[in-house]
């Protein structure tokens, strides 16, 4: 069974920092881009970054650019998403996923493009 287990979510004030974690089982992970996504209340999920398969790169969305970073672990099959200066609007549901290509040149932002999601971790933003 594919599981991407996320984990490190709750509530944090603006300007704080929150460590996300994605730890996959049943499915491989190391050659495979990962991604986080994230959804809010009323909204569509949208993209957050994603790193390469190698861990030689990573893409961000422009509205977290400078603020997360996302890191792989190929030895503990995790992927961690740090979050620092967290505003107010990043408040959502955060979702790990890997890519369905193998091996993809660079991380794409398409959501069409990840076929193994976790089932998501709150993240809240208080001002």
């Known amino acids: 069974q594919v599981t991407l287990l996320e984990s490190g979510g709750g509530r944090v004030q603006a300007g704080g920092s929150l460590r996300l974690t994605c730890a996959a089982s049943?499915?491989?992970?190391?050659?495979?881009?990962l991604a986080w996504f994230r959804q809010a209340p009323g909204k569509e999920r949208e993209f957050v970054g994603a790193?390469?398969?190698?861990?030689?790169?990573?893409d961000y969305a422009d509205s977290v650019k400078g603020r997360f970073n996302i890191s792989r672990d190929g030895a503990t099959n995790t992927v961690t998403l740090l979050m620092n200066s967290l505003r107010p609007d990043d408040t959502a549901v955060y979702y790990c996923?890997?890519?369905?290509?193998?091996?993809?040149?660079?991380?794409?932002?398409?959501?069409?493009?990840?076929?193994?999601w976790g089932q998501g971790t709150q993240v809240t933003v208080s001002s």
């Open positions: 790193v390469k398969w190698n861990g030689g790169g990573a």
């Open positions: 049943g499915v491989s992970i190391s050659n495979y881009a």
């Open positions: 996923a890997r890519d369905r290509q193998i091996r993809r040149s660079w991380p794409t932002s398409r959501f069409g493009a990840y076929a193994y």
